[in-house]
């Protein structure tokens, strides 16, 4: 079955403890990107990947970094998470092109105490 | 002021109606536009692309405003699975087609 997934889906963790979000996709898809949905914002743009070993910035990158070294996976590091980071997070994949479809991941929800 | 703004609704529909909505963008250079639906928290997913010439997939019809930059979407003889909220999505700049923007939603409620 053609999926993005991501671990955890739920995680409470206190500020300054680095973690990491993974995301998996098995669609062979070129680009992936990582989102976080605050209410009333809707969904941010955190990072960006046209490929492998190629990341872009995306409207909110700061406190996270991403890293692509292999194209199905492209996790996103919290060095040092603080209480302004709690939120529903969505890695997506789609295959190269703007018009493409871009498939979401099941979402991370994180608080940071 | 937010790039891509829409009206949050609610909007209620009775099961049957037409309901209608829009999403204003603030970049002239947007290159390519999409409606997402969402339920309830969970992933959003492609409900459909907008064309320039406007486009129709069954009871959804798309269309896209650049003069006054706008896309709306309708929905024809809603039923209760319609509620949702929906999300509209621009790309911008033709050098980074990878950057996506969001705008907060539109609910809709559709009741029987």
């Known amino acids: 079955e053609a999926q993005v997934t991501q671990n955890p889906r739920y995680l409470i963790t206190v500020t300054g403890k680095k973690l990491t979000v993974t995301c998996s996709q098995n669609m062979n898809h070129e680009y992936m990107s990582w989102y976080r949905q605050d209410p009333g914002l809707g969904l941010r743009q955190i990072y960006y990947?046209?490929?492998?070993?190629?990341?872009d910035k995306g409207d909110v990158p700061e406190g996270y970094k991403v890293s692509r070294k292999e194209k199905r996976n492209f996790p996103l590091i919290l060095e040092s998470p603080s209480p302004n980071q709690t939120s529903l997070y969505f890695c997506?994949?789609?295959?190269?092109?703007?018009?493409?479809?871009?498939?979401f991941g099941p979402g991370t929800r994180l608080l940071v105490l | 002021r937010k790039e891509v703004e829409q009206d949050p609704g609610p909007f209620n529909v009775p099961e049957g109606a037409t309901v209608a909505f829009n999403c204003t963008y603030s970049?002239?250079?947007?290159?390519?536009f999409f409606w997402y639906r969402q339920d309830c928290r969970k992933e959003p997913k492609l409900l459909m692309s907008?064309?320039?010439s406007g486009n129709e997939d069954g009871r959804f019809t798309a269309q896209l405003n650049r003069a006054s930059q706008y896309i709306s979407l309708l929905i024809r003889d809603s039923k209760l699975s319609d509620s949702a909220t929906y999300l509209c999505?621009?790309?911008?700049?033709?050098?980074?087609?990878?950057?996506?923007?969001f705008g907060a939603g539109t609910q809709v409620v559709v009741t029987p």
């Open positions: 970049n002239s250079a947007s290159q390519s």
């Open positions: 907008v064309y320039s």
């Open positions: 990947s046209m490929n492998v070993e190629v990341t």
């Open positions: 997506a994949s789609s295959a190269t092109g703007r018009k493409k479809t871009q498939y």
């Open positions: 999505v621009v790309t911008v700049a033709t050098d980074s087609w990878g950057k996506f923007q």
